[in-house]
C-alpha cells in the first residue's frame, strides 16, 4: 500500500542527517549539454533538470535557489542540473520559450513531471515540490473531511495516520512533511491538506498555523471506533516530526522497579521529560490506569513510567506520588500532586520555561530572567509566544495619512490596538484569525491601527481603551464593538453587521419569509434567531423606541419592524398584542410573542436578551458573564462529560414547574471547559465523585452549598433539598471570599502608576478628546506644527497618562472586557 519503487534508494533518517550537516560544501550546479545530461540519467534515479538557451540571460534569482537545492536532494538520491541548449538543439526541452520556463523531473528517462519556475521560489520549495512528486504513494492529498475519514476507515487496524496541514505547498513546513515522510513513509500513511477548513472540521485551534496529528488507527479494530489523534505541538520542522514519531514509537508505559535518577530512556536522549507515577501493591490497577492516562496526555511531551515503591531500594518520602526528572544529571523532583491536570500542567509549565530560556539564549538577550515570567496569564501567554509570525498582511495597516481614505473607500472594521499592551496583543491573534475565516469572503475591509505609533489617529476618534474594535459604514457614525475579545464572537459581529438593523418589512409575505429564516439564510448559523417588532401605523413612540434597540444590538440580534395597514394579520396569527415581539427560535421551531405595551428602548433591550438564553445552558468561560449578570444564585450541575438524561429532564421538570426561577439553573462540562476542575478543587480542596450538584451564592454572602452526594439527583428529592436551603436547614461547605482581582505584583497594577503619574503632573492639561462622528468630516483645524503634536500625543499614551474623566467615564466598559477576556 505505501510502498514504491522510489523507497529503494532511502536511507536510514539518521544517514541522511549526517548527510544533511556533513557532506561536502563542493557540490554545485552541475552544466551539462542535453545529450551529456540525458546520458548520465540511470534506471530507477530520480534527477530534477533545467533548460535553458547557452548564451541567453537566465533567471538568475531561480539558479541561485536551485544551486542550493543541489545538497538537500542529493542526500535524497536526486541528481540535479542546468542543461544549457543550442539553437541547433532539436531535443522537445530546448524548443520553444514557454518550454524554457520549466523544470523537469525525470525518473530514468520517463518524465514524471513539469514544475514552472515560478512555482520552485526558493531551495524549501524545490525539495518539497520534488519529493510530493516522487512520493505519490506515501503522502495522499485531501481536501475534504469525506476524503480524511475514508483514508481513516480504510487503515484501521492496518496503519497509523500522519496527517499534516500546511498553509500552502512548497513552504517550509511542506518540505518537513516531505522530508519525514522519505523516511517514514513505509511506516506510517502520510496525509498532506492544505485545506483551512478540513483543519477546522477536527477541532483544530490556531488554524493560521502548520499542524500535524498523528491517527492512532493501528490499534483501532472496530471500524465504529474513531481513531485516537494525538496532536504535535512543537513547529514543523525536520527534526521535530522526528522527535514527535520518535516519541510516539517508545512504549507508552513502562514499569521499572529502580532509582529514578538511574532510570534512562528514548524520551531523555531526545530532550523530553520523564514522569514516574509512584505505585504500590495496593493501589497498582488504579494507579496504573492513572498512569496511562497521563501517558496518553503527555504523549510527544515527556515519557511516562509507573515506579514501583515496593520493590525500591531507595527511599522516597512516604506522601510523592509523582517523580519528576527534567534531564540526565540532574537531581530528581519529589512530588505531591492529586490530579492528572496537576501532572499535565507542571510537564508543561517546565516545557516552557525551558523553551522561553532556550529563546533567550539565541538572542544573547542578557536582561533581568524574572522578567520572562510575567505575572499576568495573559502577559505571559503573549510573551511566550512573542516568536510566533502573524499573517498580518491579511489586513491593512493603516497610518494618519491612510486612514481617512481607506475606511471612506469601502465599510471597514478598524482595530485600534497598543503594541506595548497584552491584551492588546492577545487579541490581535483573535483578529487575524477573523481575517483569516473571511478571506475569501468581501464582506468588510480588516485593518488595524497600532495607536502606539499613530497615537494622534487613536485620540482623533475617540479611542481611550485598549484595544477597541469599531466599524465604519459610509454615511453613518462609527458602530463600537463591545462583545467577547474572541475570535467566534468578534466574527458574528461582523456577519452580522452585513445588513442594517432593524430591518424594515414591508409585507406579510415578506415578514413570514424573515421570521422562517428564509430571507437571511446565509446568517443563521451567526444568530439566535430574528426578532421582529410589531406596530400599528400610529404607535410612532413605540416605533422609535424599538428602532433605538435594534440599533443598539446591531451585531448580536436580527431585529426587524412591520407597521404597515394589514399588520393585524400576524398580530392575530401569532396572539400578539401591539406592540409586540416575535422570537422566532430555529431550534424549536417555535415562535414566541412578547407584548411591549409602555416599554422603553433599554427594556426593549434586555427583554431580547433575556429570551435568547438558554433554560439550562453549559457554562462556559466565554458565556459565564452573560449569566452572572442575572443576578441570582448558580444552581450548578458538574459532570466529566455529557450530562446524563434523567438529570436534566429533572431540572427542566423543575424550571418548567417555576421552583427555580430564584436560581440560574445550568451544567458545566469538565472535558470541554476544564477550569471546571479548578473551581471544585476551590470548593472541596480535593476533586470530588462526579457528577455533583451545587448551589454558589455569588453576589451575596459567597456561600456554597452541596447536594447530597449520597442522593439521587431526582425531581422530589432536588425540591426538597432547596426548600432546605430556602429555610436555613443546610450547612454550607464553604464561603468564597470577598476579596477583588488584583495583580500579585503591585508594580504592575497600571491604575496605581497611573494615579501616581497623575499626580506628579497635576499641573498639566490631559488631551482633550473629541466626540466620536463620521470620519467623513473635514479635519480643518490642525496644529501647524504637526510634529510637535505627534511626539507630545505619542508620550501620553506611552506612559498612560490619560485625561482622568475620562478615562472613568469608560471604566466600566473597559473592566467588562478585561475580566470577559
Not at 97 to 117: C, H, I, Q, S
Not at 424 to 448: C, E, G, H, N, W
Not at 595 to 615: R, S
Not at 671 to 683: F, S
Request: glycine letters at 4%; charged letters at 25%; proline letters at 5%.
Amino acid at each position: 500500500m505505501m510502498s514504491s519503487s522510489f523507497s529503494a534508494c532511502r536511507v536510514g533518517f539518521s544517514f541522511v542527517m549526517m548527510n544533511i550537516f556533513y557532506k561536502s560544501a563542493g557540490d554545485s550546479l552541475p552544466e551539462l549539454s542535453p545529450q551529456k545530461y540525458f546520458n548520465t540519467l540511470q534506471p530507477g534515479k530520480a534527477s530534477l533538470a533545467y533548460f535553458c538557451q547557452a548564451n541567453s540571460p537566465s533567471p538568475s534569482i531561480f539558479l541561485e535557489e536551485l544551486n542550493e537545492a543541489v545538497k538537500p536532494l542529493q542526500n535524497y538520491g536526486i541528481s540535479v542540473a542546468k542543461v544549457n541548449c543550442v539553437k541547433e538543439e532539436t531535443s522537445r526541452y530546448c524548443g520553444k520559450e514557454k518550454d524554457l520556463m520549466k523544470a523537469y523531473l525525470f525518473r530514468g528517462n520517463v518524465l514524471l513531471r513539469e514544475f514552472p519556475t515560478d512555482t520552485l521560489f526558493d531551495v524549501n520549495a524545490i525539495v518539497a515540490h520534488v519529493l510530493f512528486a516522487l512520493l505519490f504513494n506515501e503522502v495522499k492529498y485531501v481536501t475534504t473531511l469525506e476524503d480524511l475519514q475514508n483514508m481513516e476507515n480504510a487503515l484501521k487496524g492496518k496503519a497509523d495516520i500522519a496527517f499534516s496541514y500546511v498553509r500552502a505547498v512548497g513552504t517550509p513546513e511542506h518540505r518537513a512533511v516531505m522530508e519525514a515522510a522519505f523516511v517514514y513513509g513505509t511506516t506510517y500513511q502520510f496525509v498532506l491538506t492544505t485545506e483551512i477548513a478540513l483543519l477546522e472540521s477536527i477541532g483544530a485551534k490556531d488554524i493560521e498555523y502548520a499542524h500535524l496529528y498523528f491517527f492512532h488507527c493501528k490499534v483501532v479494530l472496530d471500524l465504529t471506533h474513531l481513531c485516537r489523534r494525538t496532536l504535535m505541538e512543537q513547529p514543523l520542522t525536520t527534526l521535530n516530526i522526528h522527535q514527535f514519531i520518535k516519541t510516539i514509537e517508545a512504549p507508552l508505559l513502562t514499569e521499572v522497579a529502580e532509582d529514578p535518577q538511574q532510570v534512562s530512556t528514548v524520551h531523555l536522549q531526545l530532550g523530553l521529560p520523564l514522569v514516574f507515577i509512584v505505585s504500590q501493591q495496593a493501589t497498582y490497577e488504579a494507579d496504573r490506569r492513572t498512569a496511562e492516562w497521563v501517558a496518553w496526555r503527555l504523549l510527544g511531551k515527556a515519557g511516562v513510567l509507573l515506579l514501583m515503591r515496593d520493590s525500591l531500594a531507595v527511599d522516597i518520602p512516604q506522601h510523592t506520588n509523582v517523580v519528576f526528572k527534567r534531564e540526565e544529571r540532574v537531581p530528581v523532583e519529589f512530588l505531591v500532586l492529586h490530579d492528572i491536570d496537576l501532572i499535565v500542567s507542571h510537564v508543561e509549565n517546565n516545557m516552557h520555561i525551558e523553551e522561553i530560556q532556550e529563546g533567550e539564549d539565541e538572542d544573547h538577550d542578557m536582561e533581568d530572567p524574572d522578567i520572562d515570567i510575567q505575572d499576568d496569564e495573559v502577559a505571559e501567554t503573549v510573551h511566550r509566544d512573542r516568536k510566533r509570525q502573524l499573517p498580518l498582511e491579511l489586513t491593512v495597516e493603516l497610518t494618519e495619512e491612510t486612514f481617512n481614505a481607506t475606511v471612506m473607500a469601502s465599510d471597514s472594521i478598524v482595530l485600534f490596538y497598543a503594541g506595548w499592551q497584552a491584551v492588546s496583543m492577545a487579541f490581535l491573534q483573535s483578529y487575524i484569525d477573523v481575517a483569516i475565516k473571511l478571506k475569501d469572503t468581501p464582506t468588510m475591509l480588516l485593518t488595524r491601527v497600532n495607536c502606539a505609533d499613530w497615537s494622534g489617529v487613536c485620540t482623533k476618534h475617540n479611542v481611550t481603551e485598549f484595544p477597541v474594535v469599531k466599524m465604519y459604514k459610509e454615511g453613518g457614525n462609527p458602530v463600537s464593538y463591545a462583545g467577547m475579545l474572541g475570535t467566534e464572537d468578534l466574527l458574528k459581529f461582523i456577519q452580522l453587521n452585513r445588513i442594517s438593523c432593524p430591518v424594515n418589512i414591508t409585507s406579510v409575505q415578506e415578514a413570514e419569509e424573515y421570521l422562517s429564516g428564509e430571507l437571511y439564510q446565509d446568517l443563521l448559523s451567526y444568530s439566535s434567531g430574528p426578532v421582529l417588532g410589531l406596530f400599528s401605523p400610529t404607535m410612532t413612540t413605540a416605533k422609535e423606541d424599538f428602532t433605538e434597540a435594534g440599533n443598539y444590538l446591531r451585531g448580536c440580534v436580527i431585529t426587524g419592524i412591520y407597521s404597515e395597514e394589514d399588520v393585524l394579520i400576524l398580530s392575530n396569527k401569532y396572539a400578539a398584542t401591539l406592540p409586540a415581539l416575535l422570537l422566532a427560535r430555529h431550534k424549536g421551531g417555535k415562535i414566541e410573542s412578547i407584548p411591549l405595551a409602555n416599554t422603553h428602548a433599554e427594556d426593549i433591550v434586555q427583554i431580547i436578551k433575556n429570551a435568547f438564553l438558554e433554560t439550562f445552558p453549559e457554562i462556559t468561560v466565554e458565556n459565564l458573564p452573560t449569566y452572572l449578570r442575572l443576578q441570582k444564585p448558580l444552581l450548578i450541575l458538574f459532570s466529566d462529560g455529557s450530562i446524563i438524561p434523567q438529570y436534566k429532564k429533572a431540572i427542566l421538570t423543575l424550571v418548567k414547574e417555576k421552583h427555580l426561577d430564584s436560581l440560574t439553573p445550568c451544567w458545566l462540562n469538565l472535558k470541554n471547559t476544564p477550569v471546571g476542575r479548578g473551581i471544585l478543587q476551590a470548593y472541596f480542596d480535593t476533586l470530588p465523585p462526579l457528577p455533583l450538584l451545587v448551589v454558589v451564592n455569588l453576589h451575596s454572602g459567597g456561600q456554597v452549598f452541596a447536594f447530597p452526594s449520597d442522593q439521587a439527583i431526582t425531581e422530589q428529592n432536588l425540591l426538597l433539598w432547596l426548600k432546605k436551603l430556602e429555610a436555613g436547614l443546610e450547612s454550607h461547605i464553604t464561603i468564597l471570599p470577598a476579596q477583588e482581582w488584583k495583580p500579585p505584583l503591585p508594580a504592575y497594577d497600571f491604575l496605581s502608576m497611573m494615579e501616581a503619574a497623575a499626580s506628579r503632573h497635576s499641573t498639566r492639561k490631559g488631551p482633550e478628546y473629541m466626540k466620536e462622528t463620521g470620519v467623513q468630516e473635514s479635519d480643518e483645524e490642525q496644529h501647524e506644527d504637526k510634529s510637535a503634536i505627534r511626539k507630545e500625543l505619542t508620550e501620553t499614551l506611552r506612559i498612560k497618562h490619560w485625561n482622568r474623566s475620562n478615562w472613568f467615564k469608560e471604566a466600566e466598559k473597559s473592566s467588562r472586557h478585561d475580566k470577559e477576556l
